[in-house]
């Protein structure tokens, strides 16, 4: 499944843009610092660019869909470091290993000396990506706050339930292929940027649509939101567990583990009649 970043072409121009503005400002740094020719300096930039154009999309992902919410903040430091750390030292390696291949002892050797400058600068890119994820969580929990403080009336729900049509599949168009995905199939929807994920017993699948399109539309008997980006089928939850004060993680039938807020959980204990 191709990561929703991939399928945003304004988003893809601003990223090889942020990279090649780097390569520029690695190229102009490491040319005051070592004596090699210029095309060799110029080449070595590109190849640590790309190297962390890549790194950072796979980064952006594992931080994502790793499920760190359900971890206590000493579990997700060390988890953060040790990601951050294998990150910095994948991209000098790989960085270090081309040049070598290509030149040999001729001038990997003086680019040798940068490799702490290289891994300080991996080190804050890395930190970047964490704060940027971080950011887009706590947009993610504003808006949660905002719709506990704001419910909509329970005359205005029947009204507007009662002239929405209720959809029994959904089709995925994926490449040249369709998926057709029959609603009690559904194991849970996940908010992805501006995709849903929705996930199956038997797989993934991305559609263009929005959350509140599908909260609106599947059966209010069988799916709850039980968080700002989260859609779950009653009928695939195995266990209800107290994460925290008012906080409860959900353990599902394939094994993957949800985490509510408050009002999704006061929402799912009235499906479940608890």
């Known amino acids: 499944m191709l990561h929703p970043f991939l399928g945003n072409t304004a988003k893809i121009i601003r990223y090889i843009a942020l990279w090649v503005v780097y390569a520029m400002l690695q190229i102009y740094a490491v040319y005051s610092l070592v004596s090699i020719p210029f095309w060799v300096i110029v080449l070595d930039g590109f190849v640590h660019a790309v190297l962390y154009g890549v790194l950072g999309i796979l980064l952006w992902s594992v931080i994502r869909y790793g ?19 294998l990150a910095v030292l994948l991209w000098l390696g790989i ?10 002892d001729v001038y990997s050797n003086a680019l040798l ?75 849970y929807l996940q908010a992805d940027g501006d995709y849903v994920q929705i996930i199956t017993s038997n797989g993934k699948y991305l559609k263009e649509q929005t959350m509140k399109y599908f909260e609106e539309h599947l059966p209010d008997n069988q799916f709850v939101r039980v968080h700002r980006s989260a859609i779950v089928n009653v009928e695939m939850i195995s266990r209800i567990e107290l994460y925290e004060k008012q906080s409860q993680i959900l353990t599902l039938k394939n094994g993957h583990q949800l985490k509510t807020s408050t009002a999704g959980y006061k929402a799912l204990r009235g499906v479940l009649n608890l």
Do not use: M
Not at 67 to 79: E, G, K, V
């Open 67 to 85: 499920n760190y919410s359900i971890l206590n903040n000493y579990q997700r430091l060390i988890n953060f470091i040790a990601l951050g750390v």
């Open 95 to 104: 960085g270090y290993g081309v040049i070598y291949l290509i030149y040999e």
């Open 113 to 187: 000396q940068l490799l702490p400058i290289r891994g300080l600068i991996g080190i804050l890119i890395y930190l970047l990506i964490i704060q940027q994820f971080s950011y887009s969580n706590d947009e993610t929990k504003a808006e949660e706050v905002n719709d506990e403080i704001l419910p909509l009336p329970e005359e205005v729900k029947q009204e507007k339930e009662a002239n929405i049509e209720i959809i029994e599949r959904i089709a995925v168009k994926s490449g040249s292929k369709i998926h057709v995905v029959l609603v009690p199939e559904i194991v």
